[in-house]
T-cell receptor
């Protein structure tokens, strides 16, 4: 069974900092990995999907990388803003496209 | 907005009761997955339906059951509710076979079991 771990569990940074969120997974036989954002009490918003054939994906100030061989993915957020404050979750699917989630990183960006 | 809707938004039940949660998938999507998210945890996979058939199940007891309808909307039914069933229930739709199978999540139903 796929196990997904995210570190750190919580992160607090001043506005404008660049930051890195980490995700590791035990089964490297994934065919994609997805990063989500969750605001308190809300559903999940998809941020980036990286196919296994890709090494990274970018959307605006977000960049996600994938290293299947080491079982790791990172989400890089450039020039953080208070509006980036949320919980960030990574999810890796099994072959049935059934996602296994980490417990998330709770990010607070201080103005 | 993802186009995935869920109802109701909030629900309070007592232990032993039964509950039905509903999900309307994004237009054109053929797969729906249900997840349970306890407070402070990541979502846990319950089951997935693909073209009205169950297509995988997580580590949840049989009292969790589901349906997917021809219009690809879906229901999650939970019988004999327990206190630990209190959680945010999320559904996600996707288009399997598209090659880029992003899951689109609804806003969730928050269930409280007393």
């Amino acid at each position: 069974k796929q196990e997904v771990t995210q570190i750190p569990a919580a992160l607090s940074v001043p506005e404008g900092e660049n930051l890195v969120l980490n995700c590791s997974f035990t089964d490297s036989a994934i065919y994609n990995l997805q990063w989500f954002r969750q605001d308190p009490g809300k559903g999940l918003t998809s941020l980036l999907l990286i196919q296994s054939s890709q090494r990274e994906q970018t959307s605006g100030r977000l960049n996600a990388s994938l290293d299947k061989s080491s079982g790791r993915s990172t989400l890089y957020i450039a020039a953080s803003q208070p509006g980036d404050s949320a919980t960030y979750l990574c999810a890796a699917p099994n072959t049935g496209n059934q996602f296994y989630f980490g417990t998330g990183t709770s990010l607070t960006v201080i103005p | 907005e993802t186009g995935v809707t869920q109802s109701p938004t909030h629900l309070i039940k007592t232990r032993g009761q039964q509950v039905t949660l509903r999900c309307s998938s994004q237009s054109g999507h053929n797969t729906v997955s249900w997840y349970q998210q306890a407070l402070g945890q990541g979502p846990q996979f319950i089951f997935q339906y693909y073209r009205e058939e169950e297509n995988g199940r997580g580590n949840f007891p049989p009292r969790f059951s589901g349906l997917q309808f021809p219009n690809y909307s879906s229901e999650l039914n939970v019988n004999a509710l327990e206190l630990d069933d209190s959680a945010l229930y999320l559904c996600a739709s996707s288009l399997v076979g598209s090659g880029a199978e992003t899951q689109y999540f609804g806003p969730g139903t928050r269930l409280l079991v007393l």
